[in-house]
């Protein structure tokens, strides 16, 4: 099962994900789990759940008698998900299932998260309308989508980077993970009947492993550089190099860089 509109990683892609996006993405969890006020004890989803960073941190703040169910659309993020789950936590439940046919009863959960998945589903108003059926009366929803990439010096220099070394689908594919707005996200609220929506800026500045190692590792872990990916280790090298390039303002001493990155934080109620 897999949705080819939406981020999609194949192969080993999962793997790579877990180590090259962990930087990026760790950042921003607390946040997300803050906003909703997660409680032990909670039934917790969470969405487009990847190889589960969220997930796992969810787990550990609902404790031995909460609950955590993780679900994602591709098979191989959650075998990854699965394989990182800490057996020190109560145990992380996972499902296949798209976010517009969510395989549970009405009311089943607390609150429903989601990171950075919202902007890849072909529909969003009818996973909105899924979320608001699968919380309780009162229950929360929080979900980040990044900002325009222009917000996150790294993207937008990634950008430009697969505009002139990938194709013009993949480069069109990038823009669109970071074409969902404040007012979409806002009205998506309002058709599936949730209320009190917020959808606010969130910034964080992420301190990057060395770039010469990170930058090679990241770009193979994104969907839009497949057509890089399948033309050799040569195009990849190039294309990660003029990356690390367009960073060199952002450059430390050691090789790591300091880099803004900022994501649209939204918030409702069912
Ligand atoms: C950028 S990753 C974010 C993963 C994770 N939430 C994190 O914090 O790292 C986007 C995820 O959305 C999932 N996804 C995309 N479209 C989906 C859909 N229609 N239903 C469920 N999951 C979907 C992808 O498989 C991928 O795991």
Known sequence: MTDETGFQLQGSAPERYEQFAAPIMAPFIEAVLDTVDLFPGAQVLDLACGTGFVARAAAARVGPTGHVVAVDINEGMLRMAAARAPRMYPDIEFAQAPADSLPFEEATFDVVVCQQGAQFFPDLDAALKEVARVLRPGGRV????????????????????????????????????????????????????LHDGTVHLVHRNVVTPPLDDWVPGQMSAIPWTRSLMEAGPGAMARASGALCELLAGHRAPDGTATLPFTTLLATATR
């Open 142 to 193: 929080a979900l980040t989508t990044w900002a325009p990439k222009e917000r996150s010096p790294y993207f937008d220099a990634q950008s430009r980077v697969i505009e002139e070394y990938g194709t013009a689908e993949e480069t069109d594919a990038y823009r669109q993970a970071f074409s969902c707005t404040a007012d979409r996200l806002a009205a998506a609220f309002t058709a599936a009947g």
